[in-house]
């Protein structure tokens, strides 16, 4: 079985990444260094990408292009870059992984694309959604989404379904500026207007006078995006405002209905529409499977777009691996990468062969409930989106 640990070492500091381990023979262990937050504000993330990689082990084995994989996990808790970098810095000279992978938020993955590029590693984002991520270094490739992607979808089709006047509330850093500019340039674009657009802190956000902003303003709807997690708060508030009886909708991307706690939300969720890659009710036979061997690994939890993330970038690497014949050659390795198509349990996705981004179907969903359970059942799609970064 692969073996993940948790045991994190800090560098002293005349570590190098100068170390990095020479090319080594076929057969020998491939480890991957995941580093995600398992504790702190968003440690949801770190729970559904490291149990979306070990659903796909539990389906397709450990072994990929004759090399076993061995996982070793590393918890930055989600908010401090330096710890994200301490940790990229130790697994590379350290433990001599071969590739990077996780990242949950934009900040943490920018601080790991220097030691990826100085030891030329592989690194698979797997959450974090900030265009800009895959610029940093030729050797970054994303398997989870792009604000921009997700947001463009939804902006067209508020437009098409007659609303004309909307507010916007996102969170104050780089994925929430990315859905905001974006919103806008599409809605404004189909002719319609945002009269009031609104930012919230990061961390221990009080959404309660922002929504009571948007209330005076009397918009049509909302778009809304606030990081995987924060949605129930949010959402609580929303309706405690009063905004559904005074007639504003609530729209926005994904992040904001969370399949893994859209259950505890209850029913001032019930007609949110918000565009997505991912649902946990997505209707396709590999899906299906898919979530039943999720619950197989992760009783407690209904699988996430987070979850998906980690299961098709743990993918990924074992078809780089399948095609290299188990090389240890980061750039072989990445170059193997550009131009993977395959089907996920999302659909169908492609890693694009110039920016390293990924190419993938944006589903338009509604919550419902539906057999005493809420979920979000896709009406709509845009195929094979690009990030609009």
Do not use: C
């Amino acid at each position: 079985m692969t073996r993940i640990t948790r045991r994190g070492l800090a560098l002293g500091t005349g570590a190098t990444l100068l170390a990095a381990p020479a090319v080594r023979a076929q057969g020998a262990v491939f480890r991957i260094g995941l580093i995600l937050p398992m504790t702190g504000p968003f440690a949801s993330t770190g729970r559904q990408v490291e149990a979306g990689i070990r659903t796909y082990l539990r389906q397709h084995g450990d072994s990929f292009g004759g090399r076993r994989v061995e996982i070793l996990l590393r918890d930055d808790t989600g908010t401090a870059p330096d710890v994200t970098r301490r940790h990229a810095q130790e697994l590379a000279v350290r433990e001599r992984v071969r590739a990077l992978a996780g990242f949950g938020l934009t900040p943490l993955a920018l601080a790991a694309a220097p030691i990826a590029t100085e030891a030329k590693l592989p690194m698979v984002v797997m959450a974090a959604a900030t265009s800009v991520i895959v610029q940093r270094s030729p050797f970054i490739l994303r398997t989870s989404f792009t604000l921009p992607q997700a947001t463009a979808p939804m902006a067209e089709w508020a437009a098409r379904n007659g609303i004309r006047n909307v507010a916007t509330l996102v969170t104050d850093f780089a994925p929430g500026l990315d859905a905001e500019r974006v919103f806008k340039d599409r809605f404004t674009r189909a002719g319609g207007r945002v009269t009031l657009e609104l930012r919230t802190p990061l961390r221990n956000p009080d959404y309660a006078p922002f929504l009571q902003r948007v209330r005076d303003a009397a918009p049509e709807a909302l778009f809304i995006f606030v990081p995987s997690g924060e949605g129930a708060a949010l959402t609580k508030q929303f309706a405690e405002r009063g905004l559904p009886a005074a007639g504003v909708r609530l729209i926005g991307t994904g992040d904001v209905l969370d399949d893994d706690i859209l259950n505890d939300m209850g029913d001032a969720v019930i007609g949110a529409v918000t565009s997505h890659h991912y649902s946990a009710a997505h209707d396709s036979a590999e899906n299906r499977a898919y979530v039943e061997a999720f619950r197989g690994v992760a009783p407690n939890l209904r699988p996430n777009f987070m979850s998906v993330g980690g299961r098709d970038g743990m993918h990924l690497v074992a078809e780089m691996l399948a095609r290299t014949g188990g090389s240890d050659d980061g750039e072989r390795l990445v170059a193997a990468a550009k131009g993977l198509s395959w089907t996920s349990p999302r659909g169908p996705m492609t890693i694009d062969a110039n920016s390293r981004d990924v190419v993938q179907d944006i589903y338009i969903r509604r919550a419902e409930r539906r057999d005493g359970q809420i979920w979000n059942i896709e009406f709509d799609k845009v195929a094979q989106v690009r990030d609009e970064g």
